[in-house]
């Protein structure tokens, strides 16, 4: 039987992306997303939740977020799921996760906050191939 590994969000940036390159001379590209959520309880009140999500881009698309995209915009990723973990100096063991991002759609027009995008995008950008967990190590990551 085989598995599904797939996260979808539409959301605003909580920073500008940040665009690095690897020691492999392959970009790199993190944002952070936020999504919301409201909901009324059986009392009748309103409630309202944020979530935020780590975003990891590669390739052409890495560029495109960074080039295009600012704090506040608009967007749509979808891609799989990763956790990574590491242990710093101290000892203590790091988890992180994140959505490794495949495809973006742009949906904050142009003048809004953050948006630079002429119009909403109707063709995802589809991201060059994250490496193999087994050919990237922590070390290889610029953050």
Avoid at 38 to 50: C, I, L, V
Avoid at 94 to 122: C, F, K, W
Wanted: glycine content about 6%.
């Amino acid at each position: 039987m085989n598995s599904l590994n797939r996260a979808e969000i539409i959301g605003n940036l909580t920073r500008d992306p940040e665009l690095k390159t690897t020691q492999n001379n392959q970009s790199v590209c993190t944002a952070g997303v936020a999504t919301n959520r409201a909901w009324t309880d059986s009392n009748g009140e309103k409630h309202d939740e944020a979530e935020f999500h780590n975003v990891v881009c590669w390739g052409k698309l890495a560029e495109i977020v960074s080039q295009y995209l600012k704090k506040g915009a608009k967007v749509f990723f979808s891609g799989r799921l990763r956790t990574r973990n590491w242990e710093d100096d101290a000892g203590i063991k790091h988890y992180r996760t994140e959505i490794v991002a495949q495809d973006m759609i742009m949906l904050s027009p142009r003048g809004s906050e953050g948006g630079e995008s002429n119009n909403v995008s109707v063709e995802p950008v589809e991201s060059a191939p994250a490496p193999k967990d087994d050919d990237i190590s922590i070390e290889d990551l610029p953050f």
